[in-house]
């Protein structure tokens, strides 16, 4: 939008009013495709082999890892001393990024709703596999499968996965808007539903660090 460059968004009809409403605010060209994420990304690669445009991949990019490498630089700035930070997974590019950045100084837990077991599903196999697609977070955390270029470098910095149920999830959304007044949407909220809910327990006298990764939604489903 700042470089005046014209842009095509792809989303599936699953999508938040509220993130449809952000993309449409920059000024970008909206396209619905498909009811889950995988359509809207096999009508992306369409789009972009017809027009010339430049794809960009949400996840299985070198160049999207790469910036969300930079979250986990700025969580070592802010706070060198982690044990611990728990990060949601569904296509991998944020997890895989910043276990890039960590590279084992600091335990990565990724956090996967029960429905969407991408990358559960595929440290188990050896290889990205194909895993459930459903859930509330599915918006956000259900691609078909984790991405390629981040697999390798999750098995080896990522240090385990959880999985957490839709109730949890809806729970850790309501539980930060009404002690923090933070509104975040299903799959923001899955890290911390991991703590919260106890499914992944942190050791004794361990600090630990939690991101919340997404807010398209609104505060007052919460109240």
Known sequence: MRLRIPATIFVPSIASPAKLDQIRAYGADLKIAGERYADALSASVEHA??????????????????????????????????????VAVG?????????????????????EPEQAPTLTRALAAGEPVDARTGGIAADSLAPKRVGSLMYPIAQRYVAETVLVT????????????RLLRVAVEPGGAAAFAALLSGRWRAPPESTVGVLLCGANTGAVKFQ
């Open 49 to 86: 082999q017809t027009t010339g445009g430049m794809p960009i991949h949400a996840f299985d990019q070198v160049e999207t890892l790469l910036g969300q490498a930079t979250v986990a630089r700025e969580f070592e700035s802010d706070a060198p001393q982690l044990d611990a930070v728990l």
């Open 166 to 177: 839709d109730e949890a999830i809806a729970n850790a959304q309501k539980t930060l808007w």
């Open 91 to 111: 296509g991998g590019g944020l997890i895989g990024g910043m276990a890039a950045w960590y590279r084992g100084r600091t335990r990565l837990i990724g956090v």
